[in-house]
């Protein structure tokens, strides 16, 4: 959460209660659709019926008029927000899926947040989809864009944020113009997940600054059928809460939210960034006793054929395409991946995508700092990763930690590594130059 | 071309397999010498491409890895160097001394009876972290133009088959060299595909050449590698293959098509175990059974073959031709 950010956390959680209401109003049995003009007449729903709270009146000057204290608290209860949420014992997704659908309809042009709702918008979406990758370093992001009463598609499933960054910054190919089409875009980002396979976590995330969506059918259908392929809408609404959005976020047991302001707009979105607990799955073969959370996973890992390669028939679509993946069990032909293979049945996932939490697991050894080159025999002048030559006078004064010489040691090869590179293979490379691990 | 370009290349010397590579019962014998000589022309034509162009050279030889020159660190080695009237002195230069530390290190490496791994990972790691440090120019030196050095690119020479002991080092480098936006070049100069730099260099942007007619190396290497990333967009230039998306299994090390993932750490068994030996984590007995019933018949081909049918088309494809 950024110090700049002013919203007033007592509506959100308003908004929450409300929902955590319908929930329990299905729970019962009851239909939520008809309890819900009831519901919310009884207490604030709608964002423009909340008590008004000045958001000037939370933060409390410090005894030396400071707002210091203040915005540190502020800062430290985002912080804990985060750290609180993992404590119980619940299965989160590790591979997302999201799609983030932006709205770039005539009315994404207001002034109302500055400098325009358009520009505000790409610069949290750049901001949400770093943060979102930091936490996410398994999932992918595409991004789709409603404009002129169809959906467009600006970035395709990347599991590389620069992908995706550079999808946005493209301004002058994002002009807002035209309505907006909700079922149009939602089919289009429906269809671009299709193919992933059952159980991974397939989410939208819409930013909707419109109050109308010009749609060519039934909305209510592709809301059942994002239900039925369990996709997850959430939406934040820029202009004003619409039944049909909440009624989106609801039944897919999404979030919905209307920002009031930049700042809240902000942190409505980057509360959609920690991984969401995994709904429970019917599972046809549990083991009961064991921890129903682990499991060995059969994949297959695919070979890509290049664009050249002579067209063939792919086995999703039934169409001639020349890229394509091939099914390592049936040699099948498909158009993505991750994703089931239609005619085996094998989980097939490309390798690299795997590849990126192994960091995680194999961690480098810390470096150790070097404080006297007396019981070393033959020290080597130059670093052993980038060939920087070290300092031959040792520095005067040394903090903690921190090496006189600029020497920083691997207890595994014994070599001496400078402090730029301690720095950036135990950030970056996660692997040492010297043993190779 | 207006911005200088950096390359980094990384020789993969093996002896054994450079042995291998110039035995006349090749179709296209290519010998450790000619290959340097091939070597050498491109670099120079690297730096008189532009004036501002910088250049490094590693070294993979069995266990250890060495950079043997770069365009930075060139004081000490310059006195070295005996002027010659008849060369231009920055190729003098980068000949002479790329040539005498090959040298000086196949002297040291000996004669041993077996020949240890070649340390590809070390020299990419190395090749990684030098770009990060001229990259990142430090503080004091704030007066350059940041904009001098863009489009750092590494271009591997590769002889030696696949390390599947390495996959996750080198999985690691490939998604460093993808976070700091460097592309990974591979030519394959001998042997067999390697699958884990068909990968380098499908996700870093950058293209993977089979090398068919070896003798022609100096007219691949120039023709699809001395352009930089910016400007093979423009020209076309031979595009990759195909990408073999394998991994290798962390039980055995061995390369396979079909795996057993963990789902907590995502660890990849060759063969279903009853528990990680990453995350300790306990597998139910069902899906254990469930999984042994489903494998396939036949065990998987002996570790880190080809994949059947790789260089030619596939079944389903030639059918439809």
């Known amino acids: 959460m950024d110090p700049g950010s002013d919203s007033d956390l007592s509506l959100d959680e308003g908004n929450l209660t409300v929902r955590g209401r319908n929930k329990a109003a299905r729970a019962k049995g009851i239909d939520p659709t008809k309890d819900k003009g009831k519901g919310k007449a009884k207490d604030q729903g709608y964002a423009w019926e909340a008590n008004y709270t000045r958001s000037w009146d939370t933060v409390q000057e410090d005894e030396g008029g400071s707002l210091q204290g203040a915005v540190e608290e502020l800062m430290a209860r985002g912080r804990r927000r985060r750290l609180l949420a993992p404590a119980a014992a619940i299965r989160r997704t590790i591979i997302r899926h999201l799609i983030l659908l932006l709205d770039l309809s005539a009315s994404m042009m207001d002034r109302d947040m500055r400098p325009t709702r358009f520009d505000l918008t790409l610069e949290y979406a750049r901001e949400f989809v770093t943060e979102w990758f930091d936490q996410n370093p398994l999932g992918q992001v595409g991004v789709v864009a409603m404009r002129g009463g169809i959906g467009e598609r600006i970035g395709e499933m990347s599991g590389n944020p620069q992908d995706v960054l550079k999808a946005l910054s493209e301004r002058h190919k994002l002009e807002p113009t035209g309505e907006p089409s909700l079922q149009n875009a939602i089919d289009m980002a429906r269809s671009s997940m299709s193919h992933l396979p059952t159980h991974s976590s397939r989410e939208i995330l819409i930013i909707f600054g419109s109050l109308t969506t010009v749609d060519p059918g039934n909305i209510f259908d592709t809301l059942q059928s994002c239900i039925k392929d369990k996709i997850r809408i959430s939406l934040v609404a820029l202009a004003a809460e619409m039944k049909i959005c909440r009624e989106l976020c609801d039944k897919t047991g999404g979030q919905f939210g209307v920002a009031m302001n930049e700042g809240h707009f902000k942190d409505l979105l980057f509360e959609l960034i920690p991984p969401p607990a995994q709904r429970a799955v019917a599972r046809t073969t549990g083991g009961g006793t064991t921890n129903p959370a682990a499991d060995l996973m059969m994949m297959g890992f695919p070979m890509r054929l290049p664009d050249t390669s002579p067209p063939s028939l792919c086995v999703c679509h039934a169409e001639m395409r020349t890229a394509g993946f091939l099914c390592p069990r049936c040699m099948a032909k498909i158009c993505d991946v991750p994703t089931d293979c239609d005619v085996c049945g094998l989980m097939i996932v490309s390798s690299p995508h795997l590849a990126r939490s192994y960091h995680h697991l194999f961690p480098v050894k810390p470096y150790i700092a070097v404080m006297t080159l007396d019981n070393a025999p033959k020290p080597t002048s130059i670093c052993h990763a980038c060939s920087l030559p070290f300092k031959v006078q040792p520095a005067a004064s040394v903090t903690d930690g921190m090496s006189p010489l600029g020497r920083y040691r691997c207890p595994t090869c014994s070599n001496d590594f400078c402090t730029d590179c301690d720095v950036f293979v135990h950030d970056v490379v996660h692997c040492c130059p010297g043993c190779e691990k | ?321």
């Not at chain 2, 499908?202 to 190396?217: F, K, M, N, Q, V």
């Not at chain 2, 068994?269 to 995350?279: A, D, I, L, R, W």
Request: with cysteine; charged share 15%; proline share 8%.
């Open chain 2, 1 to 321: 071309m207006d911005k200088a370009s950096h390359l980094s290349l990384i020789l993969d010397i093996s002896p054994s397999q450079w042995h291998l590579s110039a035995s006349p019962s090749n179709a296209f014998p290519l010998s450790f010498k000619t290959f340097l000589s091939h070597v050498l022309t491109f670099l120079n034509s690297h730096i008189a491409a532009m004036h501002e162009n910088s250049l490094a050279v590693f070294g993979a030889l069995p266990g250890k890895s060495v950079m043997l020159y770069s365009s930075t660190d060139t004081a000490e080695g310059a006195d070295v160097v005996a002027a010659d009237p008849n060369a231009y002195r920055p190729f003098k230069l980068v000949d002479s001394l790329v040539m005498r530390n090959i040298q000086r290190e196949l002297e040291l490496l000996g004669d041993p009876e077996e020949e240890a791994p070649i340390a590809l990972v070390g020299a990419l790691t190395k090749a990684l972290c030098y770009i990060n440090r001229i990259t990142h120019i430090p503080t004091g030196a704030a007066t350059e133009d940041p904009a001098v050095l863009i489009d750092p690119r590494i271009l591997i020479l590769s002889v030696s088959p696949d390390l599947s002991s390495s996959y996750i080092p080198v999985m690691n480098s490939i998604f460093s060299a993808q976070k700091y936006k460097i592309t990974i070049d591979v030519c394959k100069v001998f042997g067999a595909d390697t699958v884990f730099l068909q990968q380098a260099a499908h996700l870093t942007g950058g293209s993977y050449i089979y090398l068919e007619r070896r003798d022609a190396l100096l007219q691949y290497l120039i023709m699809s590698f001395l352009p930089p990333p910016a400007m093979r967009q423009v020209i076309a230039v031979p595009k990759q293959d195909k990408v073999d998306f394998r991994a290798a299994c962390f039980c055995h090390k061995d390369i396979v098509d079909i795996a057993f993932v963990c789902s907590v750490c995502l660890s990849i068994f060759c063969s279903p175990v009853p528990v990680c030996s990453t995350c300790r984590t306990k597998f139910p007995i069902k899906t254990l059974q469930r999984l042994n019933a489903s494998r396939p018949s036949l065990p998987p081909s002996a570790n880190g073959t080809p994949r059947p049918g790789a260089r030619q088309n596939t079944p389903l494809a030639t059918s439809l031709r």
